[in-house]
């Protein structure tokens, strides 16, 4: 049922203490002012750990060309996912310490607003402190497959959505 939602394929990413780790899911914003958006992440896993320690993360939006990187991002590693995974790193901007991913659509660079459990897994909400954007379309995960974004669909008039 939920795997009918399309959603944007994203990796987070947190770093503390030395280590960086990063994990693939999805992204959806919760305001606009201040500017939140919310991930799942599994409780268990480093990059909640380390996103814990440092209180605060970054989410790559990645481009429809990227779907390799997340599943590289989903698997496990030692102390740092991006070089032993291979997953091309952008700095954080100055005063920031969790790494984004080259060549994404968006990085995000968020501060921990609050956390949330449910089921296991965790919400985590980020107030968005800095933010880059890149060139090319999402990529979407639907129907447990990565897809790409498609045509725009034209219409008489846009809808009053926010963004």
């Known amino acids: 049922m939920l795997a009918s939602l ?16 990063c994990a693939t899911g999805t992204v959806c914003y919760l305001a606009l002012d201040p500017p939140l958006l919310a991930t799942p992440l599994a409780a268990t896993r480093r990059t909640y750990r380390l996103l814990e320690a440092s209180r605060e993360f970054s989410v790559s939006i990645l481009g429809d060309g990227q779907a390799e ?16 995974r291979g997953i091309p790193v952008l700095d954080p ?25 449910v089921a296991g897994s965790v ?10 954007t890149g060139a090319g379309e999402p ?25």
């Open 93 to 117: 901007p100055a005063g920031r310490a969790a790494p984004g991913v080259a060549g994404s659509v968006a990085v995000l660079w968020c501060g921990l607003e609050s956390v949330h459990p």
């Open 6 to 21: 399309p959603l944007p394929v994203a990796i987070v990413a947190a770093a503390a203490g030395g280590e960086r780790s």
């Open 139 to 163: 990529l979407l995960r639907f129907r447990r497959r990565y897809r790409a974004l498609g045509a725009e669909v034209a219409v008489a008039e846009e809808a009053a959505y926010p963004l």
């Open 123 to 132: 919400v985590v909400v980020g107030a968005v402190l800095h933010a880059v």
């Open 69 to 84: 990187l997340a599943v590289r991002a989903a698997s496990g590693a030692g102390r740092d996912t991006f070089a032993e």
